[in-house]
């Protein structure tokens, strides 16, 4: 197995850390920036790597930034469970190893894209924004969450669309706190209906929102890309099995995260089955 295949692994200090919601919220998020200019060279956006803190764990995290100039790369992780909780212990200085980047990114086209973010989905989609950015296309991301504490980096993207007359965000709360009242899905179906062309579409969030988007885009025959980051993985190297999906056996770590719409129409548990910490296969 090459390295490539089987990531760098890089031991470093963190530089910051910054709370992406406040800290007291049902699902709080934190944020942590390192720089490895090895991994920061090469991750695209869709990518992951593991996160390993010794005598703990390593978990799968979405890549949320990667800067090639200055080597800074950026991960942000929703405290849910043992390992997560441990993660948000850490302070800035201490030690954590990465091992990445992993999997197939997004690939990149269009010049009129909707962005449809949500749930820990949304440090991907973040990476993703970045570099359509400043590639000058005309980005609006929907962001969805529970309420308006749940919607991490929400004044990130704030800032971003000031300062960026390209970038629009939409977000919006399931009980209606902050933006549009309901579902990411919805708001970005009233878009679609009222006044946006979208000529490419990406997603990556709750498997059954990336559902609803996918079922959206094939009805509208606006090609979409999806990152099924809403799994259980362990090997991340196409080892394990952990990760397959039927009927046509992709490991999702290795052959994706990331799938079209063709891929996605190949995949039947696609928005239906997931499998548990023991791999054994269960409803969404
Ligand atoms: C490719 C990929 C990218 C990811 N990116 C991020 C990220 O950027 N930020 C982030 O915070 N998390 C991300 N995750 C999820 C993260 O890996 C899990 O939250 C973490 O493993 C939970 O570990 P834990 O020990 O804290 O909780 P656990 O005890 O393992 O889990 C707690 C609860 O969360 C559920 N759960 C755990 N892992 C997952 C999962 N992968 N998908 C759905 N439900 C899960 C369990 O069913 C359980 O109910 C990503 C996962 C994958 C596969
Ligand atoms: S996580 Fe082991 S094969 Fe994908």
Not at 107 to 112: A, L, M
Request: charged share 25%; net charge positive; proline share 5%.
């Amino acid at each position: 197995m090459t390295i490539k295949k089987l990531g760098l692994l890089k031991v470093t200090k963190i530089e910051k850390i910054s709370d992406e919601t406040p800290p007291d919220c049902r699902v709080p998020v934190k944020s942590y920036t390192l720089t490895i200019p090895e991994i920061a060279k090469i991750a695209e956006p869709g990518q992951f790597a593991m996160m390993w803190l010794l005598g703990v764990d390593e978990k799968p995290m979405g890549i949320a930034r990667a800067i090639q100039k200055t080597g800074e790369i950026m991960f942000a992780v929703a405290k849910i469970g043992p390992a997560t909780t441990a993660f948000h212990k850490l302070k800035k200085g201490d030690k954590i190893g990465i091992k990445g980047p992993y999997g197939k990114g997004f690939t990149i086209k269009g010049n009129k894209i909707g962005v449809i973010g949500g749930g820990t989905g949304i440090a991907p989609t973040k990476f993703l924004i970045e570099r359509l950015v400043v590639m000058g296309l005309n980005i609006t991301l929907f962001h969805g969450a529970r309420s308006k504490d749940e919607l991490a980096f929400r004044s990130y993207f704030e800032e971003l669309m000031k300062e960026q007359k390209n970038f629009q965000y939409k977000p919006s709360t399931d009980d209606g706190t902050y933006g549009f009242k309901g579902f990411a899905t919805e708001c970005l179906e009233d878009a679609i209906t009222s006044e946006a062309k979208y000529d490419q579409m990406y997603t990556c969030g709750p498997e059954l929102m990336m559902f609803a988007v996918w079922k959206l885009a094939t009805k509208q025959s606006i090609p979409v890309e999806a990152c099924l980051a809403d799994r259980y993985f362990k090997c991340a190297i196409g080892l394990c099995g952990q990760c397959t999906v039927d009927p046509v056996g992709l490991r999702l770590c290795i052959d994706g995260p990331v799938f079209d719409q063709d891929q996605l129409k190949e995949i039947s548990d696609f928005g239906k089955f997931g499998r548990d910490k023991f791999g054994r296969k269960e409803s969404l």
